[in-house]
């Protein structure tokens, strides 16, 4: 009898009994129908195999959007020489999204610069007076990032599954008097990593690197030139008789201090008085050249008599006055007048009036703020 063994698509062996002539079990065909059909499977099986093996496991991420902080507006920037520190320039604002992220977060947040001083929060650029400062954003508010204690740390930040988580906001600020002939080709940038925290099957926090940017970085101080640098100005003769008490003015005359200004600055002056820097009053003193007793200038704007201040285009210098916005400034209208005083020339002692010579001598400092 003759046996064959016939292996079905579904690899099941089914057997079939035959008996030859001689009643001998014939097998050679039976191992060569096995083996093609071997043959035929294998190749698929491992096709199938390699397939399986390169399928990525998903794993959970941490994006920004955009994933650099573009200034806005952007450049060229024309900032005031002498706008007031902290004053903003332009912004920008990322917003982070959660994949998969289903446990507890811890977020930190350091600033890649050189903070300008200790626990201020405002990095250094390439342009002297200007400053970049980050913040975390929340929905509850903003925290400045500064490098007290290494950084940023929040609290526990509640599993965001797919959600939303904070963001980051860059401001670009003045730090101190703008130097022209500059752009900000360098910049600091922010590294944000959120760390899992409780029972997590994961363990290496997902950080992200925040680079930024200024379109045409160009930074332009707005000033005013100063159409008279040096000006001299002489007083007429008078009597004694016109400053016979304390207190009489005479000799009133006009001078101007002439500018040429850019838009875009509110243009404030002090007048410092040059032989007695310290001087607060409005009396200007006379240099020790002076052979007059009993008198003193006085000089005034507009609104009346001037008062002195140091010589500094800082913001809020005493006695430092609004002249407008530098659009439409283009002089300062002044006046100087003798004043009957009761000290003599250095202030020191009074003194009684008597006739001679008056020199005296003021600087101005303009500032752009």
């Known amino acids: ?94 917003t982070a999204t959660a994949n998969k992220v289903n446990c507890a977060v811890i ?125 001299s100005v002489n007083l007429p003769t008078v009597s004694l008789t016109a400053l016979s008490s304390v207190g009489s003015t005479a000799g009133d005359t006009s001078f101007p201090i002439g500018l040429s200004c850019a838009s875009g600055a509110n243009v404030y002056i002090t007048l410092t008085d040059a032989t007695t820097p310290s001087n607060t009053s409005s009396l200007l003193t006379l240099a020790s050249s002076s052979t007059a007793q009993g008198i003193k200038l006085r000089i005034l704007n507009t609104a009346g008599p001037v008062s002195f201040g140091p010589d500094s285009a800082v913001v809020g210098n005493t006695h430092q006055w609004f002249l407008g916005a530098s659009s439409s400034v283009n002089v300062v209208p002044l006046t100087v007048q003798y004043y009957r005083d009761d000290t003599n020339p250095s202030g020191t002692e009074s003194a009684t009036l008597s006739a001679g010579s008056v020199h005296a001598q003021a600087t101005f400092t303009m500032s752009y703020q």
């Open 107 to 231: 977020e930190t947040a350091t600033v890649n610069g050189t903070e300008i001083s200790a626990g201020s929060g405002v990095y250094q650029t390439s342009v002297s007076g200007i400053g970049v400062s980050f913040y975390v954003v929340t929905s509850s508010g903003q925290t400045l990032i500064t490098s007290t204690g290494g950084g940023y740390t929040s609290g526990t930040i509640s599993a965001p599954g797919n959600g939303a988580l904070p963001g980051i906001q860059a401001n670009l600020v003045v730090t101190g008097q703008v130097v022209s002939g500059y752009a900000l080709t360098s910049l600091p940038s922010v590294t944000v990593t959120f760390s899992p925290t409780g029972g997590c099957t994961w363990s290496t926090g997902l950080s992200n690197t925040l680079a930024t940017s200024a379109n045409n970085s160009a930074v332009v101080p707005i000033t005013c030139t100063v159409t008279t640098p040096t000006v």
């Open 1 to 94: 009898m003759n046996r064959a063994v016939i292996l079905s698509p579904a690899g099941v062996t089914s057997r079939a009994g035959v008996m030859s002539p001689a009643g001998v079990m014939s097998r050679a065909v039976i191992v060569r129908h096995a083996i093609r059909w071997l043959q035929r499977v294998l190749p698929l099986s491992a096709a199938g195999l390699l397939v399986l093996a390169g399928a990525p496991a998903l794993a959970q991420t941490v994006t920004f959007s955009p994933a650099t902080l573009s200034f806005s507006p952007a450049g060229p920037y024309s900032v005031p020489r002498d706008a007031a520190v902290g004053s903003q320039i332009a912004s920008a604002q990322s």
